[in-house]
């Protein structure tokens, strides 16, 4: 009973933050990025309703450096690292001072660039919300009813998606594409820990690697 409960939660939620994601296709809507936000309240909700023991949860702080040392873990969760500065590097070579600008407008309408402390608290909230959303709900929750490697790809495509910006349609497509990217490396993360805590650990030092290699790009 209680597995069926979860299922039909998942199976609620996670056709609403892809139906929210589509929302991207108006210009004028501004619903897209509640759909973090469905994530987040369907994880908690489902976990509860399975009554998922601690020890199983897909978010776990206490087992964080244990699962890092599981193998392979951190060459995964430092992979975002080089992802994002050779996705600034190849962006600046094709695109020119475009691409950095694109990538820093597009952080911009959430972060905030001229207050550093609140930029760095900013940037562990949004990682921590985003993947407690697509990969503990989405993914992790998803992939008990489903294929790893389909819920991976679908859930990384709807995650990139939420990630479309206004501008140039090679740049949009170019970075949408390396947000594409990062979420299948933070999907297998997922798949080796089933922590969402260690995900969101690869995640900020993806997102500040590319932050900061598109302030010196730029």
């Known amino acids: 009973m209680k597995n069926k409960k979860a299922e039909i939660l998942t199976a609620v939620g996670i056709p609403i933050m892809i139906l929210l994601t589509a929302t991207k296709a108006v210009p004028s809507s501004k619903i897209a990025g509640y759909s973090v936000f469905v994530g987040l309240a369907f994880f908690f909700i489902t976990e509860a309703a399975a009554k998922t023991p601690r020890a199983e949860s897909g978010l776990r702080f206490n087992t964080v450096l244990a699962d890092l040392k599981k193998p392979g873990v951190i060459i995964w969760t430092l992979l ?3 992802s994002a500065v050779v996705s600034c590097a190849a962006g600046r070579l094709i695109f020119g001072d475009e691409f950095s600008a694109h990538i820093l407008e597009r952080a911009g309408s959430v972060l905030s660039f001229d207050k550093i ?3 760095i608290i900013q940037v562990v909230i949004a990682a921590f919300g985003e993947e407690i959303a697509y990969r503990g709900f989405f993914l992790g929750k998803g992939m008990k009813m489903c294929p790893f490697w389909l819920c991976a790809a679908v859930s990384s495509a709807v995650f990139a998606a939420g990630h ?12 949408v594409a390396g947000v594409f990217v990062d979420s299948l490396i933070f999907s297998v993360i997922y798949r080796k820990t089933d922590n969402c805590a260690v995900s969101t650990l690869a995640h900020i030092l993806g997102n500040t690697a590319g932050i900061a290699a598109a302030v010196m790009l730029g």
């Open 164 to 175: 479309i910006a206004a501008g140039n349609v090679g740049v949009v497509l170019f970075d």
């Open 80 to 82: 975002p690292i080089a």
């Open 117 to 119: 402390a609140l930029l």
